[in-house]
Nanobody, 125 residues
């Protein structure tokens, strides 16, 4: 499975951005797609996950500001980010999770099998 991320860029605090991630290859056994992010000097942190059943998961820090959704039945997701804060500045990585999900914890990065390239989001104050 290959993941292609797009979007990101520079935005002022309070602004909005949308990230997209599309999966290709043998995706039939995937559970869903999501996002992690990493700021300089910090560990990667979970942002959001979309399970193909429609279940969504969010980090507390982005609840109410970020929305993850599926892109029109495709094996792809969008992450709509609003009311962006300077602390949202990070490289955002698209991730994919295979089934089964027994013992799966959404915020544990090494439990995701697929990683796309990072895309930089910069929020200026």
């Amino acid at each position: 499975v290959q993941l292609q991320a797009s979007g990101g860029g520079l935005v002022q605090a309070g602004g909005s951005l949308r990230l997209s991630c599309a999966a290709s290859g043998p995706t039939r056994n995937t559970y869903g797609l999501g996002w992690f992010r990493q700021s300089p000097g910090k560990e990667r942190e979970f942002v959001a996950l979309y399970g193909w059943s429609g279940r969504t998961y969010y980090a507390d820090s982005v609840k109410g500001r970020f929305t993850i959704s599926r892109d029109n039945g495709k094996v792809a997701v969008n992450l709509q980010m609003i009311r962006l804060l300077p602390e949202d500045t990070a490289v955002y990585f698209c991730v994919g999770k295979e089934r089964p999900i027994v013992g799966f914890r959404v915020n544990v990065s090494h439990q995701y099998e697929y990683w796309g390239q990072g895309t930089l989001v910069t929020v200026s104050s």
